[in-house]
């Protein structure tokens, strides 16, 4: 239960999963409330998309449970869960031949009754959610026609034509540029603060910081730290996670955390960054001060 007495979007407890003797899920816990978002955030392997099919319910896991919204995940039906929760992966099943509207009207599947087709309300949805993402100009072209960032965006237009009321993203800005992963993760913030509870796997650390709400720092499939950015932005945290030095500091412009990545944590700042040692063993200015 949350503090106001109602049921959280999605509460994950003690999952477990493991392959081949390799725990990639070792009792994780995460909470994400109404209209909240949470980033997962950590190295590459530490769990975050294994986590992320767990709670869609496409990774059945060996331990812990899932509710969605006060409801054990294994007793709803799969129509049911899709119709509540959608997910972005990272790699979209085989899509060969299909339109890009092809695709995003396949979120309105779970809405459909049995042998019914889409309708104009379908279409008109779906080209909704095309216009969100400005990919409605792609309706009429084959997927494998576009390049990667494009085909990304269209993969976010057919999670958002389902209408979720939980939405799960796994790395949605990875083969975007830099104007498209900030109109992404704004889309999504957007509709975040109109209700919607996200949760999402972000590979950049600031971009995290500026637009989730909380973070969830997951190493070799444990919980390493949880809570608001600047709880789990510390200089220790990103250390032990993620084996590097890194500077945190306030972002001048947007007030959010800015992350600095000197260099692996083992290595001498003047290799790290190519200088040479300073004089007087006083070293290099490397950017913002720590705080």
């Not at 239960?1 to 816990?29: I, K, W």
């Amino acid at each position: 239960m949350t503090d106001n007495g109602t049921h959280p979007a999605v509460a994950a407890q003690a999952l477990f999963f493991q392959v081949e003797a390799r725990a990639l899920l070792d009792g994780v816990d995460l909470q994400a409330d109404h209209g909240q978002m949470v980033g997962l955030i950590g190295p590459n392997g530490a769990g975050k998309s294994t986590f992320l099919r767990a709670v869609s319910g496409v990774l059945r896991v060996q331990g812990g449970s899932v509710h969605l919204d006060g409801a054990d995940l294994r007793s709803l039906a799969s129509k049911e869960v899709a119709a509540n929760l959608a997910i972005v992966p990272q790699i979209m099943p085989y899509t060969h031949g299909f339109t890009a509207m092809e695709l995003v009207l396949m979120g309105r599947y779970p809405h459909l009754g049995r042998f019914q087709i889409e309708g104009k309300e379908d279409a008109r949805i779906a080209r909704g959610a095309m216009r969100l993402t400005e990919t409605e100009q792609f309706a009429e072209r084959t997927l494998d026609t576009l390049s990667g960032g494009e085909r990304q965006r269209v993969i976010v237009s057919r999670a958002l034509a389902q209408q979720p009321r939980v939405l799960l993203l796994d790395e949605p800005t990875a083969n975007l540029d830099v104007l498209h992963q900030l109109k992404v993760l704004g889309l999504v913030r957007q509709l975040v603060d109109d209700g919607l509870t996200a949760v999402a796997a972000i590979h950049d650390l600031t971009l995290a910081a500026r637009f989730c709400d909380r973070l969830v720092l997951l190493s070799e499939g444990r919980v390493l730290g949880e809570g608001a950015p600047a709880d789990v932005l510390t200089p220790e945290l990103i250390g032990s996670a993620f084996g590097v030095e890194a500077v945190v500091y306030p972002d001048p412009n947007t007030g959010a955390l800015a992350i600095s990545l000197i260099g692996p944590a083992d290595q001498p700042l003047h290799e790290a960054n190519g200088r040479p040692p300073a004089r007087n063993g006083a070293a290099p200015h490397n950017g913002p001060p720590l705080c």
